[in-house]
């Protein structure tokens, strides 16, 4: 079936380094892609859409990359922050639901 | 109100017990959404209700799962004779699913359910 998952489970980076989270999906139909960060007790939280027409896009230091070929969807984020540890999820538009991944946890070192 | 709201935050409660958590969406919101995390693990779609559309029952993991929506307002999801897997954080979110928007959904805190 289709799914959406992360490379990596746990990621660690120092303060101030860029962080790159990975997300492979499997759906080619998907059209819509959604990177949530959830803090520790409380809902994930919306940081940046992508849709399928487009291979990048930009935020406040964050980025997300597209790359439909490989089926395969990053976040960036620049100068990495303490108040960036959380887990972030990449999620999937399907009918009726949002399809995420199991998360990658990001912690930052000072 | 200014987001999403969920009741209780915590819930501790013994096996066989039922349970009812609560959610309300943001005001406008036609679309509302109820997932369930188990600890360490990520979101998994539970229901979906839209408008006054019958409702996407097709991730509730059994019988003695149900969820009711009064309009576009409250939704109450109910667990009948609770078991000790059911414990996990239940999350609720809303959106506004009008034509040509992006679907973004907007969380609540969630529910933690403890099953003893």
């Known amino acids: 079936g289709e799914s959406v998952g992360l490379h990596l489970p746990t990621l660690s980076v120092q303060e101030g380094d860029n962080s790159i989270i990975n997300c492979a999906y499997s759906n080619s139909a998907s059209d819509y892609f959604i990177w949530y960060k959830q803090e520790s007790g409380k809902g994930p939280q919306f940081i940046i859409d992508?849709?399928?027409?487009?291979d990048k896009r930009q935020g406040q230091r964050v980025t997300v990359l597209l790359n439909k070929t490989v089926k395969h969807l990053s976040l960036q984020i620049a100068a990495t922050q303490p108040g960036d540890s959380a887990v972030y999820f990449c999620a999937e538009r399907g009918t009726n639901d949002m399809r995420f991944g199991a998360g990658t946890r990001l912690t930052v070192k000072p | 109100g200014a987001g999403v709201s969920q009741s209780p935050s915590n819930k501790v409660t013994e096996k066989g017990k039922d349970v009812e958590l609560r959610c309300d969406p943001i005001s406008g919101h036609t679309a509302l959404y109820w997932y369930r995390q188990r600890l360490g693990q990520g979101l998994e779609f539970l229901i979906y209700f839209q408008g006054n559309s019958a409702p996407d029952k097709s991730g509730l993991p059994s019988d003695r799962f149900s969820a009711e929506r009064t309009g576009e307002s409250v939704s109450t999801l109910t667990i009948q004779r609770t078991q000790q897997e059911d414990s996990a954080v239940y999350l609720c979110?809303?959106?506004?699913?009008?034509?040509?928007?992006?679907?973004?959904?907007?969380f609540g805190p969630g529910t933690r359910l403890t099953v003893l």
């Open positions: 992508i849709r399928s027409n487009m």
């Open positions: 979110a809303s959106s506004s699913r009008l034509a040509g928007s992006t679907d973004t959904q907007y």
